[in-house]
Structures are given as C-alpha cells and as structure tokens.
C-alpha cells in the first residue's frame, strides 16, 4: 500500500493503549513520521474541569505539546481527538450502589449500569456524567481550533464504553493488563484489521445521513454509551479530506447536540463542505 504523505497531524488520546492502537491502525495509511499522537493521560472532558472552559483546555494542551516537541502550527494540518465515553450518557437511575464493588475500585461499568460502592460515590458519578457529556456535546460541535493565529480543522470521535471495551470485548481492567493485552494485540494484527475491527463496531449510518452526527446522535440515546461502539472509522475520511482525497467533509456541525433519550437522532442530511467553527 502507499502511504499517504502528512506534514503533521495531531492525534489525542487518554493514555497508552489508545495511542498503541491508533499508531498501528494510521501506520499503514499514513506516513508514521506525520502521525503526532499526544497523550493527555487522563480524561480531558472532566479533569479539572472548573479551571477553563473545555475548548480553551484542549487547545492549550495542543499548544503546550506542539512545542514542547518543537512542531509549528504551520505544519500541522489537523487535529483528531479521540476520547472514551465511559457511560456519559445514560440516565441517573442506571447508575445504582452495589454491594460487590469494592471501596479500592469504587465503580464498575456493566453492558447496563455502572455500578458504585456507595451513595457519595453514586453523587460524583451523577455530577462526572453531567459535566462530561456537556463538554462532549461542546467538543462535537467545534470545527477548528485556533493556535499561534493558525485555524486548525478539529474533530472528535468516541470509543465506548472505553478503548479496551471495543478491541477485547472486556472492561474494568487494570493498567496493566490493558498495556499487556494492546501490545500483544498490536504486534498479531495488521493496519487493516484494525480497520476492520473499528468498522464493525460502528453503527450502520442511514442513505443520505451524515455518519458524524448520525454516530454521535446514537451513542447520547438511552444507555447505548456503556455499548460497545465507536465511530472512529471516520477518522480516515477526515484526513484524506485534510490531505485532498476525499469528496465530503468529515467534520462536526453545530446541529450534532443533545439527544432525547426517547428519539431517533434529529440528522442533518445537507452537510457542510467547508470547515466552519
């Protein structure tokens, strides 16, 4: 296969494993040397989450990371940021004390709830599920980012419930064993099946609906955000639109917010062909 030359591209993730696995996914894509995968070891869309709006925090850890590796915003093309959905979305009454969760784990995620020690830690996971899926719903919406006076297209994508839930069909593991079954999972597959992988665990869009927004629309219904799903197939798609190879623009659009949990997902189907903040 011929790789496609990048100049720079951006790719967040939360922590090792997802940057193990996209690195093997793009590596036979893309020209590795182009691939920037940073890490912000830990969740973005709820750490910390009263010192800066979640825009302002995304785009300064880009900043910081462009030159700490001395990499110009002028040779970056753009940003993909990939991030774990962990349950956001479902309702409070699917988050329930259980007695088998220990006070060390303090929550456990199963295919319908998540499941915590006690009654403050089921208040903290309330109030986690409300500031995350807002600043998801935020970061869905942006098209760029702006750094050093240079607009930089921007897209999020999702795993669900996490990384490790997609790839291994397994959840609540420890560090260890994710970092011990991603590379053994790395080294024992190829590029495309990974691709393929990504591509099987990706709803089924529509004719005519745009699967950026239909993808996003069906993780925010009911509890279908502790599933195992993701829409990180798209990701592709965005960078050969960056790189000029593409016919439609992958890219977020400001009608791609808040789901009812009873309805369908309202979809724009006259999706926009330029980059728009």
């Known amino acids: 296969m011929s790789k496609k030359k990048l100049k720079a591209l951006v790719v967040i993730v939360e922590g090792q494993t997802d940057e193990d696995l996209f690195a093997a996914a793009l590596r ?7 691939i920037k995968i940073f890490q912000y070891r830990g969740d973005v869309f709820f750490k910390e989450r009263h010192d800066k709006n979640i825009r302002e925090k995304i785009r300064d850890f880009v ?18 940021h990939i991030g774990d ?9 699917h988050i329930i004390v259980n007695g088998e969760v220990s006070v060390t784990e303090k929550k456990r995620y199963s295919d319908t709830h998540i499941l915590v020690v006690n009654d403050t830690q089921k208040g903290h996971m309330e109030e986690r599920n409300r500031d995350k899926s807002e600043n998801h719903r935020k970061m869905i919406q942006i098209s760029k980012l702006t750094i050093s006076n240079k607009d930089l297209p921007y897209a999020h994508f999702f795993m669900s419930s996490n990384t490790d839930h997609v790839v291994f069909n397994l959840r609540n593991l420890s560090l260890k064993e994710k ?6 999972y790395v080294e024992t597959h190829n590029a495309a099946e990974i691709k393929a992988l990504l591509e099987a665990h990706m709803d ?24 195992r799903k993701t829409n990180t197939l798209l990701i592709y798609s965005f960078i050969d639109n960056l790189l000029g190879g593409a016919d439609q623009v992958v890219v977020p659009n400001a009608s791609a917010t808040l789901v009812p949990e009873a309805a369908a997902p309202e979809v724009n189907t006259n999706y926009p062909s330029t980059l728009n903040s």
């Open 28 to 34: 036979d894509h893309y020209e590795p040397k182009g």
């Open 63 to 80: 900043k910081r990371e462009l030159e700490r590796q001395q990499i110009s915003p002028v040779h970056v093309i753009g940003i993909v």
């Open 85 to 93: 959905t962990d349950g956001t979305f479902i309702p409070d009454d």
């Open 179 to 184: 970092d011990d079954l991603m590379k053994e």
């Open 204 to 227: 089924v869009c529509p004719a005519g609906v745009d699967p950026f927004e239909y993808t996003w629309g069906q993780i925010q219904l009911g509890i279908n955000s502790l599933g």
